[in-house]
């Protein structure tokens, strides 16, 4: 069992070392997805607040999912997850 979990820890430390070596070559789009999840996140906030004051029920939740949608795909993504949402209210 020892050798196994050192197995692990030299898989893990490695995997460690690379991605950060990739993140500093990509710090333009790691930046680009910090932006594009919080902007995302607020527009799910302010967009739920706005269909809810109007009484529409077809807010989406804050979850990991709806923040990775926003952050991998922007504003198309935002309004895909509307669209599913819509379509399973319809």
Known sequence: M???????????????????GSFRRKKEWIINFILR????TLSVFFI???LISQGISIAIG????TILTSGL????????LY??????FL
């Open 73 to 80: 795909l922007g504003f198309p993504g935002l309004i895909m």
């Open 62 to 65: 804050i979850n990991l999912i």
């Open 48 to 50: 739920n607040g706005f």
């Open 83 to 88: 669209c599913i949402n819509l379509y399973k």
């Open 37 to 40: 999840t919080v902007a995302g």
């Open 2 to 20: 020892n050798n196994y979990m050192g197995g692990i820890m030299i898989a893990a430390s490695c995997v460690v070392v690379l991605l950060i």
